[in-house]
């Protein structure tokens, strides 16, 4: 009898899709003080109408962005920003992770540290406080993720 049901859930059993790994890239680099230049790469096919896009600092200000470019199997687009005060203690999030079924990696590079961290709408946050970060950027080599409280879709990643 179990060998019958074993061939019978194997004629059944049909094709398992999965999502594509194609996640997005925020590589963003610290020119001067309060000058960045940011390249936002993206998947071209997404699994949901709603797009994947960076979100700045409401301090931020957009002051260039270069046309889409095909690369690969990606769309990349050149950003520059003007923040104020920086981006340490600051969030910058990516938008439209979770309906798609996807996630981002962020790469930043300041004057005096470089990090790397994988976002996605279940691990979400990076957190590292501004006094911490000014005297020993060595201590973003620990991750300290928390769940989002930015909403459904949203990602965020505090420098």
């Known amino acids: 009898m179990s060998r019958w049901f074993a061939i019978l859930l194997i004629l059944a059993s049909g094709d398992v899709w999965a999502h594509r790994f194609a996640p997005s890239l925020l590589d963003i680099r610290q020119i001067a003080d309060t000058t960045f230049s940011a390249t936002w790469k993206t998947p071209m096919q997404t699994v949901s109408e709603t797009p994947i896009e960076p979100k700045w600092p409401d301090q931020c200000a957009v002051t260039s962005t270069s046309p ?3 690369e690969g199997t990606g769309m990349l687009m050149q950003i520059g920003l003007t923040c104020e005060s920086g981006l340490v203690g600051k969030e910058v999030s990516v938008s439209g992770l979770g309906q798609n ?4 990696l962020l790469r930043v590079t300041l004057a005096a540290a ?3 961290r994988r976002c996605s709408p279940q691990q979400s946050q990076y957190l590292s406080s501004r006094s911490r970060v000014q005297r020993a950027p060595w201590h973003w080599t620990t991750p300290g993720w928390v769940q989002s409280i930015s909403g459904p879709g949203q990602t965020t990643c505090c420098l």
């Open 114 to 116: 470089s990090f790397i």
């Open 68 to 70: 889409w470019v095909q």
């Open 101 to 104: 079924q996807s996630s981002a």
